[in-house]
């Protein structure tokens, strides 16, 4: 059934691609409640497809006994934060339940997997929430990490001791569990605090790729440009960076050539883009203008995105003096 719905959404995908494309969030679950049911027609699912309605979960329940769970993302990936843990909403008699993934950036995409196949890892908002992963392997799930089924956690009367204990077992000497218990805050974030020093290589440059789209402040010479990011790493990434100003000022100022010109004592920051453009022109593509637009604090869009990003850096940077020669 849910194999004929794919397909079926897939097709819609491919010949009315701007219709679907609008189908975000909520909008989308009647569109596949409807699909399902004209599927149903004949099979022993017919006139049991119902659309649920509220803050329940699975979003869409199959002769009472399975369920739909339906996400959506507008980027180019698979991945998205989903239910809570504890699943006190869930639907009740509601046994097996499958992940319906919406990629709604273009080539708009269906996918479906049973859910307990696709949840990576637990992140914390207000309440611990799975990561959804459509993309992730088999034998790589959180409840493989915890080495207990998904059914078992999920009916333990504290389904969130056992994931704490894991987590807590990989810490790192320094490292803390935390609870970001702001109610308004749906950014999801690392279960665990790190510390700067203990990062990867690559998770470093990447943040501080992320850092330079998000911050283009950085590229001025504000006394306090360096606020912003030091708190967006706290809450956002859950990293502690003792001195945040060394990750983008060590190594100090260095000449650079651009075509025919020489430019003398240009600031580190500007040797870390220049090094690293193409990842950051990545970045900016693969991150919603909506998300942007509250990170740059002006209004943004999908098509003008990387233009106006270009413009804050270069408006912060023209209060940089360099000499050339």
């Avoid at 000022?249 to 600031?267: E, H, L, N």
Wanted: proline fraction near 4%.
């Amino acid at each position: 059934m849910l194999g004929s719905t794919i397909d079926e959404l897939n097709v819609h995908a491919q010949k009315s691609s701007k219709k679907v494309a609008t189908l975000l969030g909520r909008n989308l679950e009647p569109y596949v409640r409807d699909v399902m049911t004209d599927l149903a027609v004949g099979t022993d699912f017919e006139n049991s497809i119902e659309l649920i309605g509220g803050q329940k979960f699975p979003d869409i329940v199959a002769k009472k006994y399975y369920g739909i769970e339906v996400k959506t993302t507008t980027q180019n990936h698979w991945k998205t934060t989903g239910n809570s843990v504890l699943e006190s909403t869930r639907v009740d008699d509601v046994e097996r339940i499958f992940m319906l993934f919406a990629k709604l950036a273009s080539p708009i995409e269906f996918r479906c997997r049973p859910y307990e196949e696709v949840l990576s890892e637990v992140v914390v908002t207000h309440s611990p929430r799975y990561l959804i992963d459509m993309n992730l392997e088999q034998g790589k799930t959180i409840f493989d990490k915890i080495k207990m089924p998904y059914d078992t956690l999920r009916k333990k009367e504290n389904p969130i001791r056992p994931i704490v204990d894991y987590y807590k077992s990989k810490l790192k000497q320094g490292e803390e569990l935390w609870w970001m218990d702001a109610e308004n805050n749906s950014k999801a974030s690392n279960i665990v605090i790190r510390i700067w020093n203990n990062l990867a290589l690559k998770e470093k440059q990447e943040l501080k790729n992320r850092a330079m789209v998000y911050f283009p402040e950085l590229f001025g010479n504000s006394s306090d440009k360096f606020g912003r990011l030091a708190i967006w790493l706290v809450t956002r990434e859950a990293v502690v960076c003792p001195n945040v100003r060394d990750l983008f000022t060590a190594g100090g100022k260095s000449d650079y050539v651009i075509g025919k010109k020489a430019y003398q004592k240009v600031p580190r920051i500007f040797l870390n883009l220049f090094d690293n453009v193409p990842n950051i022109v990545e970045t900016i593509m693969q991150t919603s203008a909506f998300e942007l637009s509250e990170y740059w604090e002006t209004k943004t869009t999908e098509k003008t995105k990387l233009f106006d990003w270009i413009d804050l850096v270069a408006e912060h940077a023209k209060k940089f003096k360099t000499q050339n020669i």
